[in-house]
Nanobody
Framework: VQLQASGGGLVQAGGSLSLSCVVS????????MAWYRQAPGNQREWVADIQSGQTNYADSVKGRFTIGRDVMKNTMYLYMNSLKPEDSGVYFC????????WGQGTLVTVSS
């Protein structure tokens, strides 16, 4: 199993970023999938998930982030708008509940 997240970077507050997660080793459409994030010194937290077209979001990102997937590409996405400094951290993709295997994640830094 590989979960390769990418698309992070440095952006000013109010900006946007789009993250991608390429999945190998299983078919993502068969499982609930999620984005998680971890800020320095904090525990990893759930951000959003998607299953059978249904989506759920943490209150902190609701209305600003959109999760999606392309089943043909076995890839999941996270479209992030109106970014805030508190959105900074390493973003990971995984199933929900998560597999023991985590990818390296992708770093998002939002400057004020």
């Amino acid at each position: 199993v590989q979960l390769q997240a990418s698309g992070g970077g440095l952006v000013q507050a109010g900006g946007s970023l789009s993250l991608s997660c390429v999945v190998s080793g299983f078919t993502l459409s068969f499982y609930p999938m999620a984005w998680y994030r971890q800020a320095p010194g904090n525990q990893r937290e759930w951000v959003a998930d998607i299953q059978s077209g249904q989506t759920n979001y943490a209150d902190s990102v609701k209305g600003r982030f959109t999760i999606g997937r392309d089943v043909m590409k076995n890839t999941m996405y996270l479209y992030m708008n109106s970014l805030k400094p508190e959105d900074s951290g390493v973003y990971f993709c995984n199933r929900r509940p998560a597999l023991p295997t985590w990818g390296q994640g992708t770093l998002v830094t939002v400057s004020s």
